[in-house]
Structure formats: structure tokens, C-alpha cells
């Protein structure tokens, strides 16, 4: 009888032994040391590192793609490193996340070479989609024959429109009561650079974002800038990841402006550059992550490149509030064409004042390294156009009145010299410039003790509107 409870109790404990002591999967994760990264397709987009901490607690962070090392941390409600809670089933990890969990249940093991990154993990379950969960094993060694990404390619502006990706492919259309289907503007900061914003989001499940990029300030300056740097017009898809709302952008349109000495009633654009994310090419979006949430009946929109500007009415000071607006956006394709167009319009017609002439000079000279003919101005200091050309009335060699000039602006010299160019004024010392018959003209004082002023004409200068570039990524 004693054998048989004894034999009993062996063949219990086998069991128990091959079905209960075994390390669960979940257990096994948690107590590894490593960063995993949770991710879909090459994980270029839309990525979440997790690094287990102690005390039951995971530090999770939004990055923009495998290896990430910046991004925006996802804390709880008080705003520390959530919570994980493993289920019984040995599959199943929730982080205790704000606003919403984060749940993962593991389906089966994975492992795959992500563009060199050997990557291994697990295939999981997250909100009804399949995710990978790894971490990076090992990187492979860069071959020979690697170089750096290749340089845009010029292209006719009337071909780059074909390269639009169309964001309506594969886009999940939200639900018609969707609180955040609307149009919003935002204020916010890039780099220094104090920046408006308007985002569409539409019903179908697509998007359209344009931001005005306004010239670097310090954050303390109480007046914006108004020299425009730049407009960027960005389309893609509103994905639910993660049980989180992000926008992820398929087309990326840039249109640089010239902007020393910039007329900002009559702006120049200097190069107009797409960028796409689609198969054929890969993520040439370089961009971190943009996600939407609803905090206290306001919407929010969080990216770590961008600096909050706190508005009046906001109560989430962590995040970019958007505001309902009426303002429609132009369409990526109608940006390029009005883009070209503008131009050449500004090219039959770019000098009607003194500001135009001011920046037509600076944006020559930008292609010039920073010389109007052989000498250097420095727009980074002082320049202006409050000049009457009745005041410098020039004096050529034989004592005869010049012809006064049409058109007129001043700059500083980028190195001032005694025997220099430059001329006194009451501001200080500044290279003057004036156009007449579509020729520029430089002031000159033949004698530094004296008033007497002559024009000068610029040599090897010619006063063309610089070519508008176009470009693909």
C-alpha cells in the first residue's frame, strides 16, 4: 500500500515537475535584462523600447524605430514608470500604463535580421493585431562597400507629383462619431524655430499636417520672429498603436525659403524636396513619433522634436493643445504646383521695392558664399531697408549728379577695414547697395572726411532670380 502512495506521489511530482515548475515565457522576459523593442514590419515606424526595471516596474518609451535611443516616455497616472502584471496564463504581460494599458500575449517565438540588427523575441498579440517583441542580439558588420545615403535627385517639377504615395491605401477609416476627425491648429517649437501649425484629420483614416517654421529665437523672447524659413506639408495615415492614436506620415513636402535679408511680405522659395515612406523606397521620413490624445475633453498632440508652447486654456502643459479651426489646408499636389507658379511669376517681376531688392542680393549671395561680387556681407547683423534714394545722391568723377537709384538697402560688412567700402551713418558703418536699370550699385565715399558720395556699378553681378530646385528623396 505504501509503495503504491509512494509510486503515486513520484508520478505527481512528474507532472508536476513537467508542467508546473517550468519557467513560464512572461517569467522569462521580466527577468531579462535586456531592451526589447515591440515593433511591426522592420520596425522603422511606430516602435516601443521596454527595459525591465525592479519592483514589478518597466520603463517604456514611444522611440522612432529599432535601437532608438530618444523618445517619449509612456508613465502612469502619476506620471512615474509603470506597473507590469503577468497573468496566470504565462503569455499574457500588461503594463499599467496612463490612459489606456498596454497588454501583450505571446504567440510563438520569432528571430529575423532587421537591416542588419539580428533581432529575437517573440511574435505577440496587442489590441487584436500581431506585433513582434525581440531584442537585438547582434549587429552584422558593415561591408565594403556601404556609403552614405545617397543625395536627393533632381527632378522637373511637373514629375514630382508622381511620386505622391497615396495615403488612402491600406488606411483604417475611423468611426463617424470619431471625436478627433476635424481641423486644429497648434503653436509649438522646432529646433528654436517658434512654428504654426494646422493638422486635418480626416474620416478615411488619413491625415494632412502644415507647419509655417518661423527663424531660430532664444525661448525667452516675447515677440515671434517673422522671417519664415520654411513650409512643410505632411500626409499619412491615423494609426491605432498600441492602444494609442499616432500619425504616420507617408509623404513629407519641404519648401525652403531664402531668408537673409528676407522680404517676409513677398517670400523667395528656394528648393521644394518630397520625401515618401512606401515599399519601393523604404522610411526616407526621418521625423520622431507624432501621437494624438484626449486629456480632459481637449486634444493634445505629443512628439519629442516639438517644444510645448502653453496656451491660454490649457490644462495638459506636457503636450501641444489643438484648437478647432475653420482654415483649410492646401493639398500636397496643389503646394507644388502653386509653389511653381508663384515662382515664376516672382521671376518676371522681383524687384518693385526696397525690400525685394534686399532680398534678391541676400539670396545671390547665399549661392555666392555669402559675396555680393568680391565683397562679404554679413546679414546675420544688421541690415535695412528704410532708405530714400533722394538722400544719397551720388557724385561720378567729373562733378555731375548721378541718377538717383531706384531701389536701395543697406548691410553690414561681414570684416570692416579702414580702406573699405563701407560707409558712416549715424547707425554705424554699412555697405550700401542701389539698383537702376536692373544693375546693382555699391556707395562709395572717395574721401572718408568728406559727404560727398558716389555709386559704383557692382562688376560680374547679375540681378537673376536664383533657380527654384526640385528634388526627391
Known sequence: ???????????????????????????????????????????????????????????????????????????????????????????????????????????KTYHENVYGKHMKGYSVESGGETYKLAYITKFDKPTTNVTEQAKSQTIAANQLPDHIVDVTTNAKPLTSNN??????????????????????????????????????????????????????VESGQVQNLYGKVYLTAKNLLTIDYYYHGQNTDKLLPQSVNLKVYSK????????????????????????????????????????????????????????????????????????????????????ISDNNDKKVGKIKVNFGAKYGTNLQPSDYQGISVNGSKQPLMQYMFLVSPAAYSQNGPAVTTTKGKFLIYGSLDNKLFLLKQPDKDSTTVTWTLVKDFSLTVPKLKFSLD
Request: charged content about 25%.
Open 1 to 107: 500500500m505504501i509503495k503504491k502512495i509512494l509510486m503515486v506521489l513520484g508520478i505527481l511530482c512528474l507532472f508536476l515537475t513537467a508542467s508546473g515548475c517550468k519557467a513560464k515565457e512572461t517569467e522569462k522576459l521580466v527577468s531579462s535584462n535586456k531592451t526589447w523593442y515591440l515593433y511591426q514590419d522592420q520596425g522603422e515606424n511606430d516602435t516601443v523600447s521596454i527595459k525591465f526595471l525592479k519592483n514589478q516596474r518597466a520603463e517604456v518609451k514611444d522611440v522612432s524605430n529599432i535601437n532608438g535611443k530618444v523618445g517619449i516616455n509612456r508613465f502612469n497616472s502619476q506620471f512615474n514608470n509603470p506597473q507590469y502584471v503577468l497573468n496566470r496564463d504565462g503569455r499574457t504581460i500588461t503594463f499599467k500604463t496612463a490612459k489606456k494599458y498596454l497588454t501583450l500575449k505571446i504567440l
Open 280 to 363: 519601393s523606397t523604404g522610411n526616407q521620413i526621418n521625423r520622431s513619433k507624432i501621437r494624438i490624445e484626449e486629456d480632459n475633453k481637449q486634444l493634445y498632440l505629443y512628439s519629442s522634436d516639438y517644444t510645448v508652447r502653453v496656451q491660454d486654456g490649457q490644462t495638459n502643459k506636457n503636450a501641444n493643445l489643438l484648437t478647432e479651426s475653420n482654415t483649410e489646408q492646401t493639398s500636397l499636389r496643389d503646394a507644388i504646383s502653386q509653389t511653381k507658379s508663384y515662382y515664376e511669376n516672382y521671376k518676371e517681376n522681383p524687384l518693385t521695392s526696397n525690400a525685394d531688392l534686399m532680398q534678391l542680393v541676400g539670396a
Open 179 to 232: 471625436s478627433m476627425i476635424g481641423n486644429y491648429n497648434f503653436s509649438t517649437i522646432i529646433d528654436y524655430r517658434r512654428t504654426d501649425g494646422n493638422l486635418t484629420i480626416n474620416q478615411n483614416g488619413t491625415y494632412q499636417m502644415t507647419l509655417t517654421e518661423h527663424s531660430a529665437q532664444r525661448l525667452a523672447e516675447e515677440t515671434d520672429s517673422k522671417v519664415v524659413m520654411k513650409t512643410v
